[in-house]
């Protein structure tokens, strides 16, 4: 089993830009996978976790009610905003600046053939990060992501999940908000959830701005630990 990750941070970069990358991986992995079976080969198949921060951009998963989105595209592109109907599970999902993306394109034979547990390391990764900063971050029952004050009045998201994989292989992945401007998740229905807040790792902390950087790097450490990987460093290729 090869439990090699290539870490590449693509900085800012398109939503459709970087999907076609991700597709890119994705695809070579799924066909090195098919030829491994068909010619009875054992080539190592690669895994791959991209972060990435998006212009602003709203995402509707392949399940997800259109209706979620509550203004026109029009009234979108006025905004600066995209959209997209994406090939993940879930509903309607925003990225923006001050938000960290990533996509681990995984083949879960390398780990583990079993995607509720690999939704839950996912989970726990962020709630290990956000502990560092003394934020206790939860799951909520029958919901994917990470919340604060899960079950309680106070309820409010601050990291989505939503996930594609086939033949064991992953794509699309997390949302942390880090530094985001939280107006834009007013012109959507978060995740089709209504009646729950969503908020960001700076407003939890009662901070301007919080170090992207860092906590990207504590992400991957976390990541690097719960899926006993080897973490391999690399400049952006995409």
Not at 27 to 36: A, G, R, S
Not at 60 to 81: I, R, W, Y
Not at 86 to 94: F, K, L, P, Q
Request: net charge negative; hydrophobic share 35%.
């Amino acid at each position: 089993m090869n439990k090699k990750v290539h870490v590449q941070d693509l900085g800012r970069k398109d939503y459709k830009e970087t999907w076609d990358y991700q597709e890119l991986l994705f695809q070579q992995t799924v066909d090195l996978k098919i030829k491994n079976r068909r010619e009875a080969t054992q080539l190592e198949t690669p895994n791959h976790f991209l972060l990435v921060e998006h212009p602003h951009v709203y995402t509707l998963g392949k399940s997800g009610d259109f209706s979620n989105l509550l203004v026109s595209e029009e009234e979108l592109a006025e905004k600066g905003a995209k959209f997209y109907k994406i090939n993940r599970g879930g509903d309607i999902t925003y990225h923006g600046p001050g938000q960290i993306v990533g996509y681990p394109i995984l083949d879960l034979d390398n780990f583990f053939t079993d995607i509720h547990k690999y939704l839950r390391l996912l989970e726990e990764m962020v709630i290990l990060t956000l502990a560092e900063y003394g934020l206790k971050g939860e799951r909520s029952k029958g919901e994917t992501g990470v919340w604060l004050d899960g079950g309680t009045p106070f309820s409010r998201k601050i990291c989505a999940l939503g996930v594609r994989a086939s033949r064991w292989v992953t794509m699309h992945g997390f949302a942390l908000n880090v530094n985001s401007d939280l107006g834009y998740f007013d012109l959507m229905i978060p995740c089709g959830i209504k009646d729950k807040a969503v908020t960001s790792l700076n407003v939890e902390l009662g901070k301007k701005e919080v170090d992207m950087d860092e906590v990207k790097q504590k992400l991957v450490k976390h990541f690097e630990l719960l899926f006993e990987a080897e973490i391999i460093k690399e400049k952006s290729e995409a």
